[in-house]
């Protein structure tokens, strides 16, 4: 039985150009550092807002805080799912005597770099975290 050496050769070369172009492919997709500065600022702005609004609401009911639905409902705050703001992923939960809200990169990398928190204290907080939620424990931002 003959071996056909070329063939096999041929078969290297090919498995080595498509496994360059998958790394290469996943390296276009990174984003330029402008935009990402862009959406983390826009992520910043979004939780201000929403801190904002949940001291406003807790005026108005009498000590509570909101969850993001009642907030959006209520007017006080837009879908932060819509337009340009889709680059992160906003959360907002009650806990005893306040509330916590994160943004976290849809796509960390990509999207974003950092992750934000900010709580009833209007502290704004954050860091990279490889895609984690930012927590009350991150250095102000």
């Known amino acids: 039985m003959k071996h056909n050496s070329s063939g096999i050769t041929i078969l290297l070369l090919l498995l080595i150009l ?4 998958s790394i290469q492919s996943a390296q276009s997709v990174e984003q330029s550092p402008q935009v990402i500065a862009a959406n983390e600022l826009a992520a910043m ?3 201000r807002s929403i801190d904002s ?4 609401f807790m ?3 009498g000590g509570t805080y909101a969850s993001l ?3 959006v409902n209520k007017g006080m705050i837009g879908d932060p799912s819509r337009g340009k703001l889709t680059g992160y992923r906003f ?10 809200a994160t943004a976290v990169p849809v796509q960390y990398g990509i999207s974003g770099k950092r992750s934000f928190y900010i709580d009833e204290t209007h502290v704004l907080r954050g860091g990279e975290r490889g895609g984690a939620k930012a927590t009350s424990l991150d250095p102000e931002v």
């Open 69 to 71: 639905d009642e907030l």
């Open 18 to 21: 498509l496994s360059g172009c």
């Open 53 to 56: 609004a949940e001291a406003n």
């Open 45 to 47: 702005s979004r939780l």
């Open 91 to 100: 959360e907002v939960r009650g806990k005893p005597g306040g509330y916590e």
């Open 59 to 61: 005026v108005e009911s």
